[in-house]
């Protein structure tokens, strides 16, 4: 019920910009002078929506509150209207009061924000397992419940004259990530050189991927679609060639698309550690 208040009276602060800038509406992909998140198509991002509203409801109030009280005391303690001014140092009252409010103002957000942070912490209950591992430039996707089914994917269209149909510059890959829906999966990420970041905002999902140590976070797509992300951790000259494309489509289309990938890999029902070749060369480690 107070998630449902709170996005009631977010939507009716920024309904004058939706309607004043209709090309800003929502979407699962960004869009230019994009101001607002995208949809969100997992339950930890829709966490994340409802806190964020939260916030803002809080900042506002707070923030009309001081300018009207600054307004008020600059009206009325002005130097016509007072020329004797008071010259009280302590009150303890107030002293008390302006210690206790935020004190109580950082409760009441610490305690969802804990809460959201245990939440998307670690998956419960995870149905599949899927390993990220960043390189310099590209990521390599690995499935173990598929014998250790590798894909690299890259970047598709870094200029406009590459962005052909259905490709989209910076954003389109040459092998997308493909995941059922409605299917909880646990993300393991490490690096294999310096440090990146694996981040999609339809998921809710930014994770360090550092080399020598594994992270882990987790994701459950609630409707099919291509969603996208990049690599937001400077990584070195071509960070900015570094997408993240995620095709989600139904069980029947993922399990079709596996069993494709390991005929074409010529990876056995039992047969794990092989690596599906990439249409394009590693790409070598600045020096």
């Not at 966490?47 to 600059?74: E, K, N, P, R």
């Not at 200029?159 to 989209?168: L, N, S």
């Not at 990876?267 to 790409?283: G, K, R």
């Amino acid at each position: 019920m107070g998630q449902q208040i709170n996005r009631a009276i977010f939507g009716l602060l920024t309904s004058g910009t939706a309607l004043a800038l209709p090309g800003l509406a929502m979407a699962d992909q960004p869009q230019e002078w994009q101001l607002n998140f995208q949809d969100a198509a997992t339950p930890v991002a829709e966490s994340m929506h409802s806190f964020h509203d939260m916030l803002l409801v809080i900042i506002i109030a707070i923030s009309v509150f001081v300018a009207g009280l600054l307004g008020y005391v600059m009206f009325r303690y002005r130097a016509g209207a007072n020329p004797n001014p008071s010259r009280t140092a302590h009150n303890t009252l107030i002293e008390v009061l302006w210690t206790v409010l935020p004190i109580m103002i950082l409760v009441v957000i610490a305690i969802p924000s804990f809460r959201l942070l245990y939440f998307g912490d670690k998956a419960v209950d995870a149905q599949m397992t899927i390993k990220v591992q960043g390189y310099q430039w590209y990521w390599a996707y690995t499935y173990p419940d598929a014998g250790d089914l590798t894909i690299e994917s890259r970047i598709a269209a870094r200029t406009e004259a590459e962005a052909t149909e259905g490709k989209i510059r910076l954003l389109s890959t040459d092998n997308p990530l493909v995941i059922p829906v409605d299917t909880t999966v646990r993300v393991l990420l490490t690096s294999d050189n310096v440090i990146h970041s694996w981040m999609v905002p339809s998921f809710g999902v930014q994770k360090y991927t550092t080399p020598g140590h594994t992270n882990e976070t987790w994701f459950k797509v609630e409707k099919t679609g291509t969603y996208y992300g990049q690599c937001n951790q400077i990584c070195g000259s071509d960070h900015a060639f570094m997408p993240v494309e995620i095709k989600v489509v139904t069980k029947e289309e993922y399990a079709a698309w596996i069993a494709q990938q390991k005929a074409q890999a010529g990876i056995p029902a039992d047969t794990a550690a092989t690596t599906v070749a990439s249409a394009h060369p590693a790409v070598a480690p600045a020096n």
